[in-house]
């Protein structure tokens, strides 16, 4: 009776770890969560993540080196944002074949840094290890004021939805190796929207709405022609691909006060639907005003 | 003029990007220690440290997975027990095929959580992704009170060197997949023998005795009848191999009152030699009374 990967998939297998976990007082939020949240200071607490980038998975060598170092730590730092947090340390291990051209790893080290840089994110140590496939896994910690830690178990039914920037068209675009993570934007969500719940969107909306919904104990409804698409992007891509690491966000109607409106809008974050009860699961209404129930599929892992 | 990783190694490689690093005032240590030390609280520092093991180079399928599993953690455990601190928080980032039977992947995690429960460390997040080659990521975060903190640059002419355990034939004798991380001889060894200098020995004696010479800008001089040896091991295994996970410290002769030596024996922590000025290098004393200047070489990981 032994069982292939792909026949229990990533978040089956992820089950069986957390299963196997124990609960101490001090871990917040363990595993299902952007990031870990544990114990710090009076006023704070520690995010932890980590993100595993794999040659022929994730890259291929004919990307831009930089660009895929500037992904690695891009991904993390979006994590961190996505709980209101601020990115601080990073660790960086790296597998490469030992006929790698170095210019190609101190490009891969050289767009990690520049973000770094950028967000102000300490490269504190790492390790570096023999691998014919190329591998790179940070690991992030960041700190959160506890009055702004925003999970994804909070939205409540009413809470309206909001996403920043456009979605769609990542992968063929190069958008998932160049995006920005919204760190900044996620400060200002946090300080004047007040949101309930937030994730980011790597697994595609539908998937991580589902995160949220799963979390949170709530259904949702989508509006099609409120979904801002990237160019060239098809609402399917918006819905279902993923990698556009930009924040989904719920916000309870209270909160939307006209300055908080205007703020929204300043900023381009677009109101895409509508927090409602579980049993509605997640609906679709479309450009012909139907309503469809939708899959809570997303990118597949394996 | 490009050159591959295989002819600069991997020290090479951690030199080129410890010149990219920017030094901020939080950070204690970055690159170059056994973990990074950063602020946390008025009493503590954190430590951060990360791990990767690559399937076909630090081991092989037909190895136990359980053992596997808890080399992965128990490596990082051990850096940080050699900082005087305590493991806390880890991340466990794993590259598999969707092909490979969920029972080995589950006796991976299995030997993580085993150690991690017997060491109070709690595993609070990951990441799993497609990978023709098994690969585990740990990254490790622990804590160490201030006054505890040891480093490997504080050794000083005269210091006696000691070591925690046996040494050599740790491949053979599969002592590296299953050993303890010495956590708690290091916390006694911070609290009775104040150190000035302290390393786990992972690329061998020679090597790591290295690391401190270097970071202490002092010599050293080794005694080959005391060092300590592991049943069927042979003295260039000793230096050389790795992979021992003992820990290596210096001790201030001042420190060295009658208790404390009895300290020290109840526990065989073994007088290996002594730190001497830098100009003298690494030194072994050997069977015949005679010293001969040592290469500081260890674990090749290119």
């Known amino acids: ?3 292939k990967l792909s026949q229990i998939g990533e978040f089956g297998l992820i089950e069986e770890i957390r299963k196997r976990q124990s609960a101490a007082k001090d871990v917040i939020k363990g595993i299902g969560d952007d990031t870990a949240v544990v114990s710090f200071t009076q006023n704070k607490y520690l995010l932890l993540t980590t993100d595993m980038l794999m040659e022929d998975v994730h890259f291929t060598r004919s990307m831009s080196a930089q660009e895929i170092g500037h992904k690695a730590l891009a991904c993390n730092i979006s994590d961190v944002a996505a709980m ?75 809470d309206q939805i909001f996403v920043t920037g456009k979605l769609g068209n990542s992968f063929q ?29 790597s697994d595609g909306l539908a998937a991580d709405l589902g995160h949220i919904m799963k979390a949170s104990k709530v259904g949702a409804i989508l509006e099609e022609k ?12 918006a819905l279902y691909e993923g990698e556009d690491f930009e924040l989904l966000f719920t916000v309870p109607k209270r909160n939307l006060t006209t300055t908080a409106l205007r703020f929204a809008q300043k900023n381009q974050f677009q109101l895409v639907g509508q ?11 479309d450009s012909r005003q139907q309503h469809t129930k939708m899959p809570l599929k997303g990118f597949k892992h394996f």
Do not use: W
């Open 1 to 3: 009776m032994f069982r």
């Open 84 to 158: 209101g947090g601020r990115a601080k340390y990073a660790l960086v291990s790296l597998g490469v074949s030992a006929q790698l051209d170095v210019k190609f790893v101190t490009n891969i080290y050289r767009g990690i840094n520049k973000l770094a840089q950028r967000f102000d994110v300490q490269i504190v140590g790492g390790d570096t290890v023999k691998s014919s496939k190329i591998v790179i896994n940070i690991a992030l910690t960041g700190e959160v004021e506890k009055k702004n830690l925003v999970a994804r178990s909070g939205a409540k039914a009413g």
């Open 173 to 201: 675009s190069g958008h998932h190796l160049r995006f920005m993570p919204r760190q900044q934007e996620a400060q200002l969500i946090v300080k004047y929207l007040k949101p309930s719940a937030m994730i980011d969107i």
């Open 226 to 237: 409120k979904i801002p698409l990237r160019v060239n992007a098809k609402i399917k891509q």
């Open 275 to 285: 927090i409602c009860n579980q049993e509605n699961g997640l609906m679709l209404l």
